[in-house]
């Protein structure tokens, strides 16, 4: 076969794994026998598919050939024998042996009698060659490094074991040539060919009446909005086939059809006529292209330019990237050169806060990152981005990581979630919604795409094509298909579905340099376009927005290799320059910052200048020098309005211009009522993210009373015909359960005489359950992965597995001091990974590794004795540890020092909770006080004792513990008496339940995974479940329905916890010793439908609060899985009656002359 023969079935081959057609492309592989793919022959190897890796390794070789091939064909035979007797199937041991392995018998005969000598043995590990046999998987792994070794050295895979290496869509660009060239043979070559097949050359038909300067609107054909040709224009010269129709074009025109299922199709259809590298120049485009908009008409340039510099901001370092919250339009965020953090009150000229960069969890993070951080130190922000609704916002560094903030309003920024996203630089990120779900898409130096769940960071999506850096990512819907465009630094443009399936377009852009792309619908969205290449191209999509119809314009700006800028709108459907502006200048080191705005207009920031330009006219209409002082390429960036503009200037400043609306806008007082909606959106997003801090509740039942919280943190005051409406949707009756009939519950099994169960807590993987008894042992139970449970996560319907290593080592014990255990406290501390284990029982703390149960370390023996223990949630080697002498000590287990002493408590130390958001700890006592430690210099910040309704003190010691909510700013205290929901900064109590006079005593309390309640157990043997919002009692679980009838009546529940995956699960461990596992959602009636129980009860509130400085009303609809805020002023507010069923609430809101109509279920 010729060389050319040869090179062809390669680029079939890429093809077809291009495409997927895998099985296929190994069938090509092992009939040619030109490529060995080694990754798949493993994959065969490692999952014991034997008949079909000999099937595939005997396209190339024989076992005849030679040694090294005889040697692999009886390695794969004899680990198939093996195997089967291993797993006692004798009968196909003998099978294999007497037609696969008999061949063999001739040359070693020897060999042959022991393999048949097996057959009698009941373990081969007996046999003396094999009693070092593991297990199959390490087997395996064991004999591909073996055969990979014999391949490489069989001189018959010489030049076979590597794949060529050749451009991504290679056969296909070789057929767009193709195609290139038959057009332009073409007598009557037309602008918008329609090529339906590659079985015969392509010839344009001739054409009659033909106008090569037709409109969009009068040309467009259906067929022509599918297709994928190469266009020309008789404008052009024949042998010019310079900007070509690219695919991605196609893909998403106007004219492509409005059903989804078409829309896909054109999407796939368009990829398969993906054109080449443009052949010819922009300048000879300059000097051919006729412009419609080229006439010398005056333009009056409009009034609503941002011109008037009103503001500048002094950053402590150069600004790489900025952008506005797209609802509060005057909060700018700014991120810098140095890595910081900046966020700007653009009307008051005021910084609210400032963060310098830090890595949140160095341990989590590669060792790739750590060995780049530790050569250079320097980080820098290569892009800040608000997500769409403002509640959140993304950094991408200069190395490897992303952070996610959320924002809360005002100078409220918490630290969200930190991912090791690439390799190098982070170089651009953005968020989407496919599917309703939020994720951050991010882009860097390693070439990849990768998509990320902002709640989990779990990597939903892995894109990978490109064979440079990637340097922008854009998401889009059009047509309601969800796609990501990206762009590298060789000038590729790429299109992905949210799939696995490679991407749908490859598209070279003109001068092959940095491209950054955005669609912008007029008057609803607006786009920053940011280069940072000498040779590069920016392309931007806007819509004309004319009764949901969208008429669709591109731009491109950029610079080419000689520093001729260039800005241009394109013709989308023949993909030809439609209009070339004039006014760029010539620059080599100028990089070209570009962005549409919402009046039809395009600006762009180039020579120490903003420009800009009527998209309709290719004259400058107009410069703006910002009073001067801007560098040759400032970055620039308006608000969501068009009103304000931000500009980098000399000397580390921000430049704000604005419109004569914008003057407006940032003269408005605060708190007058023509901004006043902002201003209680803000306040109303912390309520809603802290929903523990709204409404107030109604006393129910007997056993306890809510009370309310200081009145200073709602921000406004609560109406009386406000608590009527809540107390009246708020009518329910208490559930009680009985008998075991009425709750879904499991006993663990247990085969130890134990103890009261001290201490309980899951796994953080949801699969196991740890608890710790009074006599100082520890129980772990784990739950089988089988088809009984398929997540292999905690459950009630499948009973675990009391858990002991195989070591035989026996269950982990503390030490014990003194004969009575019952009066030792007994503590724990699980780490973040599940791997160690801290406890104490009043003896020596003892550090237990958790896979093999071995005590690895001891320290601190008593007096004093640990009371309480807590991991660093940054740091697993810095424990917090409370003692017994009221003290808590800061260990550093690695370095086996304490690193501080905190003194405030006068009894014993009980409780201790970390914040990463907020940097504290939170410490509680019997004493019944909490502090709140700086965890970074350990200092105390705030002490007070448990608050009691009206002023009362505790008047009995008691053990106390503390845990924080998900927001990491709120954190429940437990109390014999009392539960309380506290602010953490403040230790202001939100909510709180307090035990009736003739109630019992909490003995532990918990909140729910998702904190939406709080499991409570009391020493009358009762489980209360509370909703976590106002401390509600919604359901009890009385002892009748889970102790035994035989039971001692002085036995109850110690201990609770929570599942930390499912909502409606938890255990407690009892007095005498057992553990049992609830899952309360499993009951009929109320509460059994979860998602019913959690509207009727607590999850629908209706709250409207008035502010006290203007006349604003502000309706607030919640529930467990969204919230919709509306602020308007009074006069426009027209509130109907509400109607309220359950958890279904309408209101009517009446802003000027429109009617707004909210229905949430």
Aim: glycine fraction near 6%; hydrophobic fraction near 35%.
């Amino acid at each position: 076969m010729s060389t050319l023969s040869k090179e062809l079935v390669f680029l079939i081959l890429q093809f077809l794994e291009e495409e997927g057609f895998r099985k296929t492309a190994h069938l090509l592989e092992r009939e040619s026998g030109f490529y060995f793919d080694m990754k798949y022959f493993e994959d065969l190897v490692l999952g014991g598919e034997w008949d079909e890796a000999e099937r595939y390794f005997s396209g190339f070789t024989s076992a005849s050939d030679n040694k090294h091939s005889t040697k692999v064909y009886f390695e794969i035979r004899k680990q198939n024998f093996l195997e089967a007797l291993d797993s006692n199937d004798r009968e196909q041991a003998l099978g294999i042996l007497m037609k696969s392995l008999k061949v063999f018998a001739p040359d070693h005969e020897e060999l042959f009698k022991e393999m048949t000598l097996l057959l009698t043995f009941n373990d081969i590990r007996e046999h003396d060659a094999l009693s070092g046999y593991g297990d199959t998987k390490s087997e395996r792994m064991m004999l591909m490094c073996d055969l990979k070794k014999i391949i490489e050295a069989n001189p018959i895979f010489h030049g076979k074991l590597k794949f060529p290496s050749i451009q991504s869509q290679r056969l296909r660009r070789l057929i767009n040539q193709s195609l290139n060239w038959q057009h332009m043979r073409c007598k009557d070559p037309h602008p918008n060919p329609n090529i339906k097949t590659l079985f015969v050359d392509h010839v344009c038909q001739p054409q009659h009446n033909f106008s090569c300067v037709q409109s969009t609107e009068n040309n467009s054909l259906p067929s022509q909005a599918t297709s994928s040709p190469v266009p020309t224009s008789d404008n052009w010269n024949s042998s010019q086939s310079t900007i070509t129709k690219s695919a991605f074009l196609g893909a998403v025109c106007p004219g492509a059809p409005k059903n989804t299922a078409t829309a896909v199709e054109v999407l796939e259809d368009s990829d398969q006529m993906s054109t080449g590298r443009p052949s010819g120049t922009l300048d000879d485009a300059t000097s051919t292209v006729t412009s419609p908009g080229q006439s010398h008409c005056s333009v009056s340039i409009p009034n609503d330019l941002p011109k008037t510099v009103t503001r500048t901001l002094n950053e402590e370092t150069s600004p790489m990237s900025m952008d506005f919250h797209p609802v509060q339009q005057t909060v700018l965020l700014v991120g810098t050169c140095a890595g910081d953090v900046g966020l700007w009150n653009v009307r008051s000229g005021e910084k609210l806060l400032s963060r310098n960069f830090k890595v949140w969890d160095i341990e989590a993070c590669s060792m790739t990152f750590k060995a780049a951080l530790l050569n250079d130190s320097y980080v820098s922000v290569n892009r800040i981005m608000w997500a769409p609704d403002g509640s959140l916002f993304g950094v991408a560094y200069s190395k490897h990581i992303v952070q996610l903030f959320s924002y809360h309003g005002g100078d409220d920024m918490r630290q969200q979630l930190e991912i090791d996203a690439h390799v190098g630089g982070v170089n651009d990120l953005a968020f989407a919604a496919p599917h309703r779900q939020l994720l951050v898409i991010t882009c860097g130096d390693d070439k990849m795409i990768k998509v990320w769940d902002v709640v989990t960071g779990a990597k939903q999506f892995a894109f990978d094509g490109h064979d440079a850096p990637v340097y922008s990512v854009y998401p889009h819907i059009k047509e309601n298909i969800h796609v990501v465009f990206s762009t590298s630094v060789d000038g590729k443009i790429k299109l992905w579905l949210y799939d696995a399936l490679g991407a749908r377009v490859d598209h070279d852009a003109p001068g092959l340099g940095c491209t950054k792309m955005a669609y912008s619908a007029d008057g609803k969205r607006f786009v920053l376009l940011d280069l940072s290449f000498h040779w590069n191209i920016m392309c931007a999509i806007t819509f004309n927005a004319v009764v949901m119809e969208y008429f669709t314009r591109l731009f491109s700006c950029g610079t080419s290799k000689d520093g001729q800028s260039f800005l241009i709108e394109w013709n989308e459907n023949e993909g030809i320059a439609e209009r070339i502006y004039q006014g760029l200048g010539k620059c080599p080191s100028s990089i070209v910052q570009f962005t549409t705005i919402k009046n039809q207009i395009l600006a762009a920031a180039d020579n120490h200048m903003i420009k800009f330009w009527d998209m309709d006219h290719v004259e400058l209409l107009t410069t703006i020098d910002g009073d001067g002082g801007l560098p040759a390429n400032p970055h620039i960036c308006f608000n969501k309005e068009g009103t304000l503009l931000a500009v980098s200037a000399n000397e580390n400043r921000i430049k704000i211009l604005a419109t004569d609306y914008g003057l407006q806008l940032l003269q408005t007082s605060e708190n007058c009522s023509g901004d006043a909606s902002q201003v209680l959106s803000e306040t109303l997003r912390k309520l809603v993210i802290n929903p523990i801090t709204v409404g107030a509740s109604a006393g129910v039942a007997d056993a306890g009373h809510p009370m309310d919280g200081d009145a200073k943190n709602l921000n406004g005051v609560e109406s009386k015909s406000t608590r009527e409406v809540i107390n009246k949707s708020k009518v329910w009756k208490l559930l009680e359960i009985n008998s075991d009939s009425q709750c879904q519950s499991l006993r663990l099994p247990k085969h130890v005489k134990t103890n009261k169960i001290s201490r309980l807590i899951y796994t953080h993987s949801g699969n196991a359950i740890l608890a710790l008894s009074s006599n100082a042992i520890h129980l772990l139970w784990k739950w089988p992965q089988n088809y009984l449970n398929s997540s292999g996560k905690a459950t009630t319907k499948v009973p675990p597995l009391l858990w002991q290593p195989k070591s035989g080592l026996q269950l982990m014990s503390n030490e014990l001091t003194g004969p009575n255990t019952e009066e030792a406290v007994s503590c724990f501390a699980l780490s973040k990974n599940d791997s160690y284990l801290m406890s104490a029982s009043g003896g020596m703390i003892s550090l237990f590794n958790m896979i093999t149960f071995q005590t690895m370390k001891t320290i601190m023996r008593p007096p004093p004795a640990a009371t309480c223990i807590a991991f660093h949630p940054q740091d697993n080697n810095i424990v917090a540890i409370g003692m017994d002498n009221s003290m808590v000590l800061i260990y550093n287990v690695r370095l086996g020092e304490v690193k501080s002493k905190l003194e405030g408590h006068s009894k014993r130390v009980t409780g201790l909770a970390f914040s990463n958001a907020l940097n504290v700890l939170v410490s509680s006592g019997a004493d019944s006080q909490l502090f709140v430690w700086n965890s970074v210099s350990w200092e105390k910040c705030k002490s007070r004792l448990f608050q009691m309704p009206c002023g009362k003190l505790p008047t009995s010691p008691s053990d106390t513990h503390v845990q924080f909510h998900q927001d990491q700013n709120h954190f429940l205290a437990v109390h014999k008496a009392h539960l309380g929901i506290y602010e953490a900064r403040e230790l202001t109590c939100i909510k709180q339940w307090v035990s009736g006079e003739f109630s019992a005593p909490i003995s532990d309390a918990t909140f729910s995974c998702d904190n939406q309640m709080v499991y409570a157990s009391f020493v009358d043997g009762s489980v209360a479940i509370f909703d976590a919002l106002n401390l509600d009692l919604h359901c009890r679980i009385n002892p009748t329905a889970y102790v035994p009838c035989n039971a001692s009546s002085n036995v109850y529940p110690h201990a609770i916890a929570a599942h930390p995956h499912k909502p409606t699960q938890f255990a407690v461990g009892l007095t005498d010793g057992e553990v049992y596992v609830f899952e309360p959602q499993e009951v009929g009636g109320r509460t059994r439908n979860h998602k019913r129980c959690k509207h009727r009860s607590y999850m629908t509130h209706f709250t409207t609060l008035q502010s006290r400085h203007c006349n604003t009303f502000v309706t607030l609809l919640s529930t467990d899985k969204e919230t919709i805020q509306i602020a308007c002023t009074r006069k426009n507010l027209c509130l109907s009656k509400d109607s309220t069923t359950h958890s279904f609430v309408i209101t009517f809101l009446r802003v000027k002359k429109t009617l707004y109509i909210l229905a949430l279920v």
